[in-house]
Structure formats: structure tokens, C-alpha cells
């Protein structure tokens, strides 16, 4: 991906340099927890979309600096971003960064405590994977994804069966953490009966990311881990654990979490 940089720019083709930077940053930054420097390589590769006037590569860079600006924790930025990288894609009918930008935007609102928007573009994120047979896997995370949503807004009946199939067919490792860490999120949010299950997928989540080496989604599996044990009334080991998280997005250059979780370390005392 670095070699297809280079042979944009040495080529000056800033639509080229636009697109493929935005790839590398992508694939190549986010899952091994870089997000600082892919947030600044996707801001780059930004001012050369708009140069370039080229809509597909503004559908790839909205849509890839909208990721790395929820990877820093900057959410209005992220939605903003992601809404437009949306949009051109759907002008040039562009499948898989249109995916992306969906799940992204689904976590974007899921955070801002949209539940009802969450859900939706989840779905759309799904329908999407479904309809252009693109990694069958993420179709797992996209429908968890769903089901977490209908799960914050009161809508009770999930299926937690099909949610752990969903995690034995996934073949991707990136987003193994990921897929766990939903569930018990999930679980930690549908009743006080599923705590300890909760805790062994919260756990699981953690080894996951450990092994793969996907530090942001870690630093966020260990802020989860902590609202497990501050409801459990466990605060020293709530403490522990959003320090822990705190340590690893700042490794991360995720300000914006670190901001946050920082704020909720000083309320456990």
C-alpha cells in the first residue's frame, strides 16, 4: 500500500494520492492501534481529495477520516464525516467503503447514545455486506452491532444464540475482540442475570486483542471491563481497569477517549 502511495505522488495524480492514502490508513493504521498518525494521514489525504475534485476518492477519504476521527474519540467530527463519505459513495454506488462507513457511523451514534440511528445504520451496514457478498464475517459484527442497539433502547429479545455463532464463524481476526467485546456488552446490558457471562466475554475480548495486537479495540474492551466491576460496587477494580485503558489510548494517540475516560476515572473514588 506504502509503494502505491509512492507511485501517486511520484505520478502527481492527487485523486490517486487521495484514495490510496486513505486505504493505508485504513488497513495498515487503525486495527494495530495506530490512530494518530492515520488521522493524520487521512486529514492529508483529505486536502488532496478536495484538490482533485475526484468523488471517488472524497467517498474514500470522508469515509476513512470519518474512522479515525472515532478512533481519536471525536464523535460530531466522525458523524460528519462519515455521513458525507456516505453520500459519495452512494452517487458512485461504492460498496465497500459505504460499508465501512456505515458500521462506523453505527458505533458513532451508539456512542452519542443514538440507539434508534445506531440500529439503523447497522442494518444498512449488513443489508449492504449481504447484497455485494463482501466479508462475510463483518456480517457478524454488523448484526451484533444491531442487536446492541435494540438492546440500550429497551428492546429485550435478542437472540444471544445466533449473536455466539456469529462469533464461531468469524475468520477475521481483527475483529475478534470486537465481535466478543459487543457481546458482553450485551450481556452486561440485558439484565443482572448475565453478569458473569458478560464478564467471561468482556475477558475473552480482552486475550483476543492481546493477540492480535489490535491495541485500540484493547484500551476499549479494558474501559468495558471497568463499568462491569463499578456496577458490581468494585471500585478499585474499576479504577484498575480504566487506567489500564487510559494507559493503552494514550499509546493509541486517542485524545478524545483518553479525555473521556479520564473524567469517569475521577468519579470512581
Keep these: 500500500m506504502q509503494r502505491a502511495v509512492d507511485i501517486s505522488i511520484a505520478g502527481k495524480n492527487l485523486g490517486s494520492i487521495a484514495a490510496t492514502k ?3 490508513a485504513r488497513y495498515c493504521h487503525f486495527y494495530p492501534g495506530r490512530i494518530a498518525l492515520g488521522f493524520q494521514t487521512t486529514a492529508e489525504a483529505l486536502r488532496a481529495a478536495e484538490e482533485s475534485g475526484d468523488i471517488t476518492s472524497k467517498a474514500y477519504v470522508h469515509s476513512s477520516h470519518g474512522i479515525f476521527s472515532f478512533g481519536m474519540g471525536l464523535l460530531e467530527v466522525a458523524k460528519n464525516h ?3 463519505g456516505i453520500e459519495f459513495c452512494e452517487r458512485i454506488n461504492e460498496k465497500a467503503w459505504n460499508m465501512n462507513a456505515h458500521l462506523c457511523l453505527g458505533e458513532t ?6 440507539f434508534l440511528k445506531a440500529k439503523n445504520y447497522y442494518e444498512k451496514g ?11 464475517s463483518f456480517v457478524g459484527c454488523a448484526k451484533i452491532g444491531v442487536a446492541i442497539s435494540r438492546v440500550m433502547n ?8 445466533s449473536l455466539y455463532a456469529y462469533s464461531r464463524k468469524n475468520k477475521i481476526k481483527v475483529v ?10 450485551i450481556l452486561l446490558n440485558m439484565d443482572d442475570q448475565h453478569i458473569f457471562e458478560a464478564e467471561d466475554w468482556i475477558q475473552r475480548a480482552i486475550e483476543a486483542d492481546q ?3 489490535t491495541r485500540w479495540y484493547l484500551g476499549r474492551d479494558y474501559a ?5 466491576f463499578k456496577r458490581r460496587g468494585d471500585r478499585f477494580k474499576a479504577r484498575e481497569n480504566l487506567g489500564r485503558a487510559i494507559e493503552i489510548l494514550k499509546e493509541c494517540g486517542a485524545d478524545g477517549w483518553v479525555g473521556r475516560y479520564e473524567k469517569e476515572l475521577a468519579l470512581i473514588s
Design 22 to 24: 486513505g486505504n493505508l
Design 82 to 84: 462519515l455521513l458525507k
Design 109 to 114: 451514534y451508539f456512542e452519542i447514545g443514538d
Design 126 to 136: 449488513a443489508l449492504l455486506l449481504e447484497q455485494s457478498h463482501l466479508m462475510p
Design 154 to 161: 429497551n428492546e429485550k429479545d435478542v437472540d444471544l444464540e
Design 176 to 185: 475478534e475482540g470486537w465481535i466478543s467485546k459487543y457481546i458482553g456488552e
Design 211 to 213: 493477540r492480535n495486537g
Design 224 to 228: 468495558l471491563y471497568a463499568e462491569l
